[in-house]
């Protein structure tokens, strides 16, 4: 059994689902009587954001390779960062690393295509959706990812930004949430919505859209668990 | 602020409340707009108990020390067992260790004396209860700590496992817990009642009991929120 680090914080919420799924998935699929051994490295969320806000992405990139290689050192065979968000550094990460990271973008990617999605409407964090590291990944896959306007955005983020992102599920939120999403996706012709964002599918599930839900937390942990086994 | 290392898993349960509680009670206490680091080294349940069944002590408590100095070779300043039962082998921890370990009997102890109690009930899983460590403990602060006898022992015991160790709480255990504890309470004039094993707050209350209930669990997360900051 291969030993997983989760890089953990981003935020807790999140997190503890990572860690719930991760042990309770490994025993429903196997039925083995065993626990994975899992270590989290649960980060200061307050001090990565302000390496987003500041854009001072080198600093960012630093800061995860040392807190991914502490995970590494005690024996970690892979690692996944529990969040969409600090991927925007995905490829500084790949370079730096020398421990295979599970990237929950690269395993959305796979599965929007394994689900023949032609366009995809991307939602998450502001950083998630200005910056275009998931654009850049859905491009190797032909695949075409619709990112919101600007006033767009600013409504997707503050529905995560505190309350979501602290467990407080408001339904006014949801509803501004769905109604964004479902104007783009009837003038753009869309046929999956990603929740690029650990922290959505705590309010948003499939039965909220008629088109495809991606779930990137749950892809991200189902390609953890095959990684696991 | 002081960097904490859990050892986790044992059980994942009660893993997750440990998480929660130090990262949003540091929030809450502090009222800071950080999240406090915290490494989690989840080990695999089933092996420690198969030391503790086999009577392995010895190989119990140089796995537990392995798993703690991956904890302080990331950087942790303290780190704790987030479980009652493997402090059974506190002595050769503290032997072997460089580290400084928050242990949840200590604490336990320390709680009942400031709070004048005289003679405690000890519940938990048939090792802790059929093991000395909570009483030999208990001792230096001069309380006397009572343990259930054989079969009481047993009904204890499987009111944890499996189903609440795996977070199920089945109302016909609880009661089958508070009739053998209220027993023991009424016949030996005690004054306050160990759940000391961290699983069993899942269940069980001070609203449970007229004489104070020692939640184990919540006592040793305070005191890792102390040395925390």
Known sequence: MNKIGIIGGLGPESTLEYYKRIIYGYRNITGDENYPQLYV?????????????????????????NEINKLKTIGADYVAIASNTPHVVIDELIKKLT??????????????????LKKV???????????????KAFDKY????????????KIIHNVIFPN???????????LAF???????????????IILGCTELPLMINQDDFDISVLDTMEIHIKSILEKLM
């Not at 001090?47 to 854009?55: A, D, Q, V």
């Not at 409407?121 to 654009?135: A, D, E, H, R, V």
């Not at 032909?142 to 955005?153: A, F, L, Q, R, S």
């Open 41 to 65: 490295n649960s980060v200061n969320m307050t001090e990565i954001l302000s390496y987003l806000t500041n854009n001072d992405y080198e600093k960012l990139a630093d800061v995860l390779t």
């Open 99 to 116: 421990i295979p990271l599970i990237s929950i973008v690269e395993e959305t990617c796979k599965f929007a295509k394994n689900n023949n």
């Open 121 to 135: 409407l991307l939602t998450g964090t502001i950083f998630t959706m200005s910056n275009n590291f998931y654009k």
């Open 142 to 153: 032909n695949i075409e990812c619709i990112v919101p306007e600007d006033n767009e955005k």
């Open 164 to 174: 979501l992102e602290n467990g407080i599920i408001i339904e006014e939120d949801k």
């Open 178 to 192: 769905m109604k964004v999403c479902n104007n783009i996706i009837k003038e753009k012709n869309i046929d999956g």
